[in-house]
């Protein structure tokens, strides 16, 4: 029983107040990535504005944008491109946040807020859970315009705030942020951190009996939103969350293995109506399936050949195919 009651006892006091209106107090046990912060943010790490981009900069911004939307349509979600249209993200250069957050504020409640980098998790679920999502404040430089490895303005507002249009995503977005301070109780961070990765950044979904993207990694990139919808290389298998929970994920490469929605109700309903204490309670503090697994349980859209990761994927100049 003493068990029991200093269990609860530790929920109250790490669960936020209820509402989410001022930044929670992190426990000292918690674990959290070390971040420094920069003298000029406060503790929710917001810019004071977002910042003044240069002409060429704008024209980054132009040209990324191009070029996603060349390669995007019949392998972006409709919801996502529904999105790109309702915001009318194409209207010339980097979209002002304070614009943004009123036409996003109409649809969805949703606003952009500006940060300096990636943010303490804390502070990034606190942001979303008051439906309010963090941008990186820079955009990349041409000399980086393929890849980058920290998320840019482009990967941040091109990539994840179209979907943000969406009422039932906005929702999922929203409960996902208050999610996050359950993990960080039963020190879980990692395992929601697949759960992240394999929706929100590299999530597919069936429309009909077509295959279609609406993770922002997928959307932000050319290469990649060919290879997870065309290439026979990776698997393709329908989310089951307590499985994708237990999924270690690559983040420099193409990925081996693609979780699959069957709607973004599928999404919302999986996620928001489990029991994630239990869930916590059950998983390992470390990962228990390799990326390119394909197990007994899986539902399996498409068994991929893995061709480009036994190529030896970007390291060695595979062809993704
Ligand atoms: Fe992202």
């Known amino acids: 029983m003493i068990g029991v009651a200093a269990e609860t006892m530790a929920t109250t006091e ?4 209820g509402d989410f209106t001022t930044l929670p107090e992190l426990p000292a046990e918690v674990f959290t990535a070390p971040l420094q912060r920069p003298p000029h943010v406060g503790e929710d790490w917001l810019e004071p504005t977002q910042r003044d981009y240069g002409a060429d900069e704008h024209a980054i911004w132009d040209d990324l944008y191009a070029r996603q939307m060349d390669v995007l349509p019949g392998r972006a979600a409709s919801a996502f491109l529904a999105g790109t249209q309702k915001l009318a993200l194409g209207r010339g250069g980097v979209p002002e ?8 504020g109409a649809l969805t409640g949703w606003s952009i807020v500006p940060v300096p980098m990636l943010i303490p998790d804390h502070v990034f679920f606190w942001h979303l859970a008051n439906r309010r999502f963090p941008a990186g404040n820079f955009i990349r430089t041409r000399e980086t315009f393929d890849y980058i490895e920290e998320p840019d303005v482009f990967h941040d507002v091109f990539g994840h705030v ?5 009422r039932v995503y906005a929702d999922y977005m929203q409960a996902y942020g208050r999610a996050g301070w359950k993990a960080m109780r039963y020190n879980r961070l990692k395992a929601l951190g697949a759960l992240y990765w394999y929706t929100v950044e590299f999530g597919l979904i069936m429309e009909g009996d077509k295959l279609r993207a609406y993770g922002a990694g997928i959307l932000s990139g050319p290469a990649e939103a060919v290879f997870a919808i065309e290439a026979q290389s990776p698997n393709r298998i329908f989310l089951n969350v307590d499985r994708v929970m237990r999924t270690d994920y690559v983040i420099d490469d193409l990925q081996p293995t693609y ?3 069957e709607s973004l109700d599928d999404l919302y309903h999986q996620t928001v109506d489990r029991d994630f204490d239990r869930l916590y309670r059950s998983l390992n503090a470390g990962f228990t399936y390799a990326n390119t697994a394909v197990i007994d349980i899986d539902n399996v859209l498409h068994r991929g050949s893995q061709e480009y990761f036994l190529r030896g994927g970007r390291a060695s100049s595979a062809n993704p195919i």
């Open 14 to 17: 790490l669960l936020p107040a």
């Open 97 to 104: 946040f304070a614009r943004l957050s009123k036409e996003l």
């Open 162 to 166: 179209p979907m943000l249009a969406d």
């Open 259 to 261: 979780f699959v929605i």
